[in-house]
């Protein structure tokens, strides 16, 4: 299967293409940076520079690439939590959700794509008692710079779920290689980056339009609906 994964160069995607590849898919891999087209072709996937932002370009290296499927995992987050510029960072990372998401669903329309798979996260969720799931209301209350995250978390699903086969995967916080939290647990839920990795990659044959809960079972939030339909396993590792 032919597929274009916004994003090959992030966190998830450098564990995601290799996957990908090795279930036999082909893989278009997109980054904003052209200084990082030799690393994406070295995990295996054909590079394309492109920014979410620019959607006539975006639409064009979709329809060049006619994919079956397009997998969403932009993120901009450059600095880690509680340094300097990790506000400015999720003021960056709302506006991919919220501007970026529709460009990237427009492009997949255009290019005849049923089914997209959009990164968001289980973190957002409106506080009440026992573990989250997918039907409970997101925190539209919060304040400050957690309800900017929320409404384009909102916004992000609202955009994904136009798709005829829009997938919502809500990772729990990440650890594991590449990302801020590599040998420890950042919080509640948790999930490691090659268990999300491997969830977007069972989420491409597999799964019916609508949203998932992708992580640990620590209480925060059920995952059970993504291991019905997903086949989801939270202790999946990529062997070194």
């Known amino acids: 299967m032919k597929i274009l994964l ?28 052209a200084g990082k087209t030799a690393a994406v072709a070295a995990l295996g996937a054909e590079p394309a520079v492109v920014d979410v932002f620019d959607a006539a370009a975006l639409t064009r290296v979709v329809q ?34 919220i501007e970026g998401t529709p460009n990237l669903v427009a492009a997949a ?46 916004a992000l699903e609202e955009a994904t779920l136009q798709m005829p086969e829009g997938i919502v995967l809500r990772y729990g916080l990440l650890y594991g290689p590449g990302t801020w939290f590599e040998h420890e647990k950042r919080g509640k839920p948790s999930l490691h980056v090659d268990a999300a990795a491997q969830a977007a990659l069972l989420a491409v044959t597999k799964g019916a339009r609508g949203i998932y809960n992708i ?10 609906k993504a291991k019905r339909k997903l086949g989801f396993d ?6 070194p």
């Open 215 to 224: 992580a640990e079972d620590d209480g925060a939030v059920s995952s059970e």
């Open 6 to 33: 916004a994003g090959a160069s992030g966190a998830i995607g450098r564990r995601l293409v290799p996957l990908l590849r090795a279930a036999g898919h082909d893989v278009v891999g997109t980054t904003r940076s």
């Open 64 to 97: 060049a690439a006619a994919p079956q499927v397009v997998i969403h995992q932009l993120t901009d987050l450059p600095y880690a939590p509680n340094t300097p510029g990790y506000d400015e960072g999720l003021e960056r990372n709302a506006r991919v959700r």
């Open 109 to 154: 329309k255009k290019a005849g794509v049923r089914r997209l798979i959009a990164q968001s996260i289980a973190f957002v969720y409106a506080p009440g008692e026992g573990a989250r799931v997918e039907s409970d209301p997101l925190d539209l209350a919060a304040t400050g710079m957690r309800k900017r995250t929320v409404a384009a978390v909102a």
């Open 234 to 239: 939270s202790s999946f590792r990529i062997t």
